[in-house]
């Protein structure tokens, strides 16, 4: 998917006047046909003990949410309650379908599953295993080149960027004119976001736990109208770093 910014005729009140003349600003709208993504990462999962990988479901290290991971879900469901979404998709990992839990029951909305919205795969690294990595040389060649199959086994970005936009064209041919929430993982949330503006690959790595970010989805089009919104986690900014996968 290629990325676009202002659009000509996406916007309410274009050319609209006003007594004496005057036009006000435009704001914006979808336009016709479009679908409004929320990509939400999901809650803080649990710690890692060496001495004990995650579970794996799809080769991908399945860890359950924290109980800080459980807070932020209710605070993701307070915030989002009152919103209009016509569908809630999560992926095959367990934080993500807890992380929509809340939301879900109060919509009364059963998720659906998307595998291709699943974190990237981290090859030899998966289980949590990169969490104990952070002295690794190879972890610091990932950041630097901005490239996870550094990793031995790891999925090519390439191959993810594939993936994942498969994921969210389906849900975009699924929904036109209507906001869904997406319930994914951090990696998808940058790479997602990457491909829409065109970014170096690593950009938008490292959202918020519980965050949410914004899309609008319109044939092979991606606008981001919002990255990283906390405003439902934290009173004012928050610029406290939060773990990237």
Known sequence: MTTTGWEPGAEEGDGREESGGKVRQARYSPPPGATEVLLVRHGESQPFDPREPFPLTDGHGDPPLDPRGHDQARRLAERLAHQRIAAIYVTSLCRTVETAAPL?????????????????????????????????????????????DHIPGAEPNEAFSTRVGAGLARIAAAHPDERVAAVTHGGVIGQLLADATGSRPFAFVGADNASISHVVVTGDRVTLRRFNDTTHLEEGLSVVPEPPI
């Open 104 to 148: 879900a029951a109060r919509l009364g909305i059963e998720p659906v599953v998307e595998r291709d919205l699943r974190e990237v795969y981290l090859g030899e690294w998966e289980g949590g295993l990169m969490r104990a990595r952070k002295d690794d040389p190879v972890f610091a060649r990932v950041w630097e080149d901005e490239r996870w």
